[in-house]
């Protein structure tokens, strides 16, 4: 059972997930939520980030908060470290399966995003998805980074051969929204089959395929394990079913108020929305 009662005094270490949480509605981090995190820091806090997105493609984010400790991304698979500019720890799905769970997305003219160690892959049969919404958000978010933090994008063509397996591939990420729901639904039900690997969703819109045994639960309880931080000292922050694992590792969990519904049920507090500061609401209460 959780433990209702929190004190500020006894948060030693609060992490955010990204989208639908940290991040409004225009995907920013918000005045107030920055000045509530330079109030918590100054408490002596220690802030970061734990999100689905490779660390590569937040360096805003991260610059926003500098976090002391590692940031947990791509559910764990990338561990950063900011302090030293490095990742980690390094977590990938082996070439044979990643080679498995190509060819069964191309099959069934799957529109996804494949996430490397250090590029991003997007793929697509050109002729029978000529436009891509998110494709289009990725693409505009890398090219209104700064020249030096744009991440590598690569455009696959997946009526062509291409050899996935030269890749250090960390997860797949399924736009589901925009495939026929019948290829979705076979897309599913054969990664289901596959034992090392686990689908999750962390958006409305779209899944992740992951090695199984990572998640951003898991990359508490690593960072827990070597001292860096302490779980019965954590609070952490999320909204969709990709922050599950990490409510069950910590001390303390929050909702956001646009959360999924099983996301509130396992929480312990709900706030605000995203878009309704639930973050600076939330600690509002505590400072005072």
């Avoid at 493609?57 to 559910?75: D, G, H, M, T, W």
């Avoid at 190509?102 to 995003?113: A, P, Q, R, T, W």
């Amino acid at each position: 059972m959780k433990e209702k009662e929190i004190n500020i005094e006894n948060i030693k270490y609060v992490f955010f997930d990204l989208d639908g949480t940290l991040l409004n509605s225009e995907k920013k981090i918000s005045q107030l939520s920055l000045e509530t995190i330079k109030k918590l820091k100054s408490l002596g806090i220690e802030v970061s980030i734990a999100t689905g997105r490779p660390y590569y493609f937040l360096p805003n984010e991260i610059r926003a908060i500098n976090p002391k400790i590692p940031v947990i991304s791509c559910n764990s698979a990338l561990v950063y470290d900011p302090i030293k500019k490095d990742v980690t720890s390094v977590s990938n799905i082996t070439s044979e399966r990643t080679k498995d769970i190509y060819d069964v997305l191309i099959k069934n003219n799957g529109l996804f995003l494949i996430y490397t160690i250090d590029k991003i892959l997007m793929c697509k049969d050109e002729q029978k998805n000529p436009e891509s919404k998110w494709f289009n958000a990725i693409k505009n978010i890398n090219n209104n980074l700064d020249p030096q933090d744009q991440v590598e994008i690569v455009s696959i063509d997946t009526t062509k051969p291409f050899d996935i397996t030269k890749y250090n591939v960390i997860k797949f990420l399924i736009i589901y929204s925009e495939i026929p729901s019948d290829n979705y639904h076979n897309i599913e039900n054969k990664i289901n089959t596959m034992n090392d690997v686990y689908i999750v969703r962390s958006q409305n819109e779209v899944f992740d395929i992951m090695p199984k045994g990572l998640t951003k639960g898991d990359g508490l309880q690593i960072l827990h394990n070597k001292g860096i931080i302490d779980l019965e000292k954590t609070l952490v922050f999320g909204d969709a079913e990709n922050d599950l694992s990490m409510f069950q590792k910590a001390k303390w969990s929050v909702a956001m108020g646009n959360a999924q519904e099983k996301v509130k049920e396992a929480a312990t507090f709900i706030t605000d929305s995203n878009s309704n500061e639930g973050i600076y609401n939330f600690f509002k209460k505590l400072f005072n």
